[in-house]
């Protein structure tokens, strides 16, 4: 069956290190996976997404590396800040057919709680 | 910024009513969502729906959950006789095309059932 879990449940850091926030999923079929960010009240925010055909994406602050070997996802965040802090989740999808279009079923894992301390 | 608005925030209902969410999309978006997240839990896909009919749908969406659009511009999640277990954040999410990335979410609708 799909799963997609986190090592950590949560993560405490200090304003200004990198955080790195993982999580494994056990789905070989899984080829797009996307990290969220919720806040407290809110839905979640999407931060950056990676294909299975890549192994690292960077955007902003954050870098994501897939290793399909392992089925690992990673997220890093650079110089972390105090706004950074929420509960952060991967997702997976899988395309559904061979054009690659997908219907936005989303697999999420169970979230990691980043807090960030000034 | 074009956001995905939802009503109710927060909705009180006895067991056994129904119960009717409401979403705006992003007027240029064609994919719609509902999801859940049960307090404390993960959130989980309960349907998308595509070109007025409803594309896949988890095993949680069953004959109690319904979703339409009525026009052209809301997207509804009724649940026709709510259980206790309904009680969660439902989010309304929508994308611009086929999914290539992005799900713009709503910042949910709360429902407790008492």
């Known amino acids: 069956g799909e799963n997609v879990g986190l090592h950590l449940p949560t993560l405490s850091v200090q304003e200004g290190d990198n955080s790195i926030i993982n999580c494994a999923y056990s789905?070989?079929?899984?080829?797009?996976f996307i990290w969220y960010k919720q806040e407290s009240g809110k839905g979640p925010q999407f931060i950056i997404d990676?294909?299975?055909?890549?192994d690292k994406r960077q955007g902003q602050r954050v870098t994501v590396l897939l290793n399909k070997t392992v089925k690992h996802l990673s997220l890093q965040i650079a110089a972390t800040q105090p706004g950074d802090s929420a509960v952060y989740f991967c997702?997976?999808?899988?395309?559904?057919?061979?054009?690659?279009?997908?219907?936005?079923?989303?697999?999420f894992g169970q979230g990691t709680i980043l807090t960030v301390h000034p | 910024e074009p956001e995905v608005t939802q009503t109710p925030s927060h909705q009180v209902t006895q067991m056994g009513q129904e119960v009717i969410l409401r979403c705006v999309p992003i007027?240029?978006?064609?994919?719609f969502y509902w999801y859940r997240q049960i307090l404390g839990q993960k959130v989980e896909f309960l349907v998308s729906?595509?070109?007025?009919?409803?594309?896949?749908k988890s095993e949680i969406f069953d004959d109690q959950f319904s979703v339409e659009r009525p026009d052209g511009s809301n997207f509804t999640l009724k649940i026709r006789s709510t259980k206790l277990e309904d009680s969660a954040m439902y989010f309304c999410?929508?994308?611009?095309?086929?999914?290539?990335?992005?799900?713009?979410f709503g910042e949910g609708s709360r429902l407790t059932v008492l």
């Open positions: 997702a997976e999808n899988r395309s559904r057919n061979a054009g690659g279009t997908s219907y936005g079923k989303l697999t």
């Open positions: 999410a929508s994308s611009e095309l086929s999914f290539n990335g992005e799900l713009f």
């Open positions: 789905n070989s079929a899984s080829d797009y």
């Open positions: 729906f595509y070109n007025n009919e409803i594309s896949e």
């Open positions: 990676i294909r299975s055909n890549m």
């Open positions: 007027s240029n978006h064609l994919y």
